[in-house]
């Protein structure tokens, strides 16, 4: 695993300071790394699905243009699932 100048520094911090901390530090940061590669994976799949990846503040924000998904139905009163918008040209979505 290759770590980042910021993590290097911080293992190098950990080292120097509270050895007995360094494995753990070592793993929350590989932890961490993994965890962004996979939201990296899941951003990208979604983009490669035609949708806009939106932050809370795109989506929830004063002004916003995007409704969840959840709030909407289709005429015969069933709750709109991401198959009834597969069509629609601008899509967005909010990775939690």
Do not use: C
């Given at each position: 695993?290759?770590?980042?100048?910021?993590?290097?520094?911080?293992?190098?911090?950990?080292?120097?300071?509270?050895?007995?901390?360094?494995?753990?530090?070592?793993q929350s940061l590989r932890d961490n790394?993994?965890?962004?590669?996979?939201?990296?994976?899941?951003?990208?799949?979604?983009?490669?699905?035609?949708?806009?990846?939106?932050?809370?503040?795109?989506?929830?924000?004063?002004?916003?243009?995007?409704?969840?998904?959840?709030?909407?139905?289709?005429?015969?009163?069933?709750?709109?699932?991401?198959?009834?918008?597969?069509t629609v040209p601008v899509r967005g979505?909010?990775?939690?």
């Amino acid at each position: 695993m290759t770590y980042s100048a910021d993590a290097r520094a911080h293992l190098v911090e950990v080292a120097t300071t509270d050895l007995t901390q360094f494995e753990h530090t070592a793993q929350s940061l590989r932890d961490n790394a993994a965890e962004k590669a996979r939201l990296a994976a899941v951003e990208q799949e979604h983009i490669d699905n035609g949708f806009q990846v939106l932050t809370r503040g795109e989506a929830y924000g004063e002004g916003s243009p995007w409704v969840v998904l959840r709030k909407l139905h289709t005429a015969d009163s069933a709750q709109v699932a991401v198959e009834h918008i597969a069509t629609v040209p601008v899509r967005g979505a909010l990775l939690a």
